[in-house]
């Protein structure tokens, strides 16, 4: 039973139940409290406003969970490396809330603040439809190459990947035909009924018709 009221309320809980009436505990419940920073306080990179060269992550910042503690991990030590790197040059790795989950936690703390313990909830996030975990590397890979937190063989099998992308883009997009055409060459493409034209429609735009799987 987790708790943490005073050990002798605890030892009430416990033998108030049946068959638990001579139990003794040997390991009481206890709480964490945690003092955090205002988090106003803090710039988008989690360096402090009024302490250069210190990036502060984690609990401190009024958030709770382990995801949401390494997020700001990863932004704060990035910057952390970067400041020693670049010195009186230094120019913030920051993401956006168009960019990622990261970007919107640390939007919310840093420009809202919170009056309990933060959560990084989906629906904070105003572009969470694009912000999906099979485009992360479309969203992501360029931004951690340009800063040296990505290999040169993963980028340059991101770049296939990208060009592969453009490549099959360009031929959907070359590829155009009467709606009639498409439902007698690929009728296993209509999901329902729809009203055909004689206007020529490609296959990336047939991509976008809730009549097309």
Not at 26 to 50: C, F, H, N, W
Not at 112 to 119: A, D, I, M, S
Not at 138 to 167: A, H, P, S
């Amino acid at each position: 039973i987790s708790m943490s009221l005073p050990t002798e309320i605890q030892n009430q809980v416990i033998q108030s139940i049946p068959g638990l009436e001579n139990a003794k505990i040997t390991q009481y419940g206890y709480a964490v409290e945690y003092d955090y920073i205002d988090p106003t306080e803090l710039e988008r990179s989690l360096q402090t406003k009024k302490i250069n060269g210190l990036f502060l992550a984690g609990q401190i910042n009024g958030t709770t969970g382990y995801e949401e503690a390494g997020a700001q991990g990863i932004i704060a030590g990035i910057n952390a490396a970067l400041r020693v790197k670049q010195g009186n040059n230094f120019k913030p790795f920051i993401l956006d809330r168009a960019d990622g989950y990261i970007g919107v936690l640390i939007d919310d703390l840093v420009t809202r603040g919170t009056n309990e313990p933060y959560r990084m909830f989906t629906s904070r996030a105003e572009y969470r439809l694009c912000l999906r975990q099979d485009n992360a590397d479309i969203r992501l890979t360029k931004l951690g190459w340009d800063i040296g937190c990505v290999g040169e063989r993963r980028y340059q099998m991101f770049n296939e990947k990208m060009k592969m992308i453009k490549e099959y883009e360009a031929k959907l997009k070359s590829h155009c035909l009467p709606l009639g055409q498409w439902r007698k060459s690929s009728p296993q493409l209509i999901t329902r009924q729809v009203t055909f034209d004689n206007h020529n429609k490609s296959a990336w735009e047939l991509l976008s018709r809730p009549e097309f799987m």
